[in-house]
């Protein structure tokens, strides 16, 4: 019985070893993520600064990496244009064929941070129609509008009245934030936008 048993303990520390192997096989691979590709320079995404979206998460810009997004900048309480750039955004939307539409994101930035809450934004949305399976509103501090601004080439200043006075501007930016087109104005014809977002292939990876 001694003897039994001294040979079978060298058997158990051995199918001991080979089940750790196979576990560390099974979960190692899965545990190391492929490093992300480098971002351009002049990427918008090298932009370290915090937004609180709609639902009220905070994230940065990088988190809108890996597919087109067509942005603006507006605020909430504007009377007249910024209304007309969301639906000139919802005309691009809708004139974008099925398969390139979900696959294509929508973002609007306030550059108002006094009074743009994230409650203010949902209801901005739901009040719109925007679909937010595509769509997100961000809100941050006046800072960080001023960095994204500088960004997009868009420019906006308080009045003393508490509006602002602002470019009126719809951007693309492709897979990797860089900034491909540029609308200036509103414009009731959406083929130009349309076509650059079909010459990215918003199945590409790095938007090209």
């Not at 039994?4 to 899965?30: D, K, T």
């Not at 993520?33 to 990427?43: E, H, K, N, W």
């Not at 910024?82 to 005309?91: K, S």
Request: hydrophobic share 40%; charged share 25%; with cysteine.
């Amino acid at each position: 019985m001694r003897e039994e048993h001294l040979i079978g303990r060298p058997r158990i520390r051995a199918n001991a070893v080979a089940a750790l192997l196979i576990l560390c096989c099974h979960f190692i691979p899965s545990a190391v993520a492929a490093p992300q590709a480098v971002l351009p320079g002049d990427s918008i995404y090298n932009i370290a600064s915090e937004w609180t979206t709609q639902d009220g998460k905070t994230v940065r810009l990088e988190s809108l990496r890996g597919r087109p997004v067509v942005v603006a900048m507006i605020y909430l309480n504007c009377p007249d244009v910024c209304p007309l750039i969301a639906e000139n955004m919802q005309r691009i939307e809708a004139d974008l064929p099925k398969p390139i539409s979900e696959d294509v994101e929508f973002a609007l930035f306030s550059f108002d941070s006094s009074r743009d809450t994230p409650d203010k934004l949902k209801t901005y949305a739901s009040a719109r129609g925007l679909d937010l399976r595509r769509w997100t509103l961000y809100r941050s501090s006046d800072m960080a509008a001023r960095e994204l601004a500088a960004a997009l080439d868009v420019t906006f200043r308080r009045t003393e009245e508490g509006a602002f006075d602002h470019s009126v501007m719809i951007s693309l930016l492709n897979a990797d934030g860089v900034v491909v087109y540029r609308q200036i104005g509103l414009t009731g014809d959406t083929k130009d936008f349309v076509s650059r977002i079909k010459a990215l292939g918003a199945n590409s990876p790095d938007g090209d």
